[in-house]
């Protein structure tokens, strides 16, 4: 391997799918990783990262000093009420062909407020697969949005 090829991901994916569209809090996330690559690698571990951001949004309509005309003004804020890194295999050495489907199961955080989508407020289950791989950049694969349910 050269010195250019440290500063790029290994060649490989991984696929996140979920067993079932719509998740309960008191229930687990269940799902498998399909994971292939078509270089040798040796990876630290293979991981599902899970994240729960809140975006609200609030407007409101104010009449500055010495002026007659009242004005809206809006505020946005994004905030990060939960992050996790969830490790479902250890460390592994992968080979050019390598092809395998793994499940994982993950526990729900407690205190944290299911999926909602509003005009001015959402909250939002997001999870990726994530191949860590040391020395180089990580294997990441796309981001999947979850619906959370009480």
Known sequence: M??????KSPKATIVVQLDKDTFSLREPLTGRANISSSEEFD????RIELWVTEWTKATETITPTGQQQPVSV???????????????VGAQHFTAGFNNTVPFTIRLPSGVPPSYRGQNARTTWTLKGVIAV??????????TEVTVTY
Do not use: C, I, M, W
Request: glycine content about 8%.
């Open 74 to 88: 809006t505020a946005q804020q994004t905030t990060t009420l939960h992050s996790s890194k969830n490790p479902f």
């Open 43 to 46: 990876s630290n571990e293979t």
């Open 2 to 7: 050269g010195f250019l090829d440290r500063l």
């Open 134 to 143: 040391k020395g180089r950049p990580d294997v990441t694969g796309y981001n």
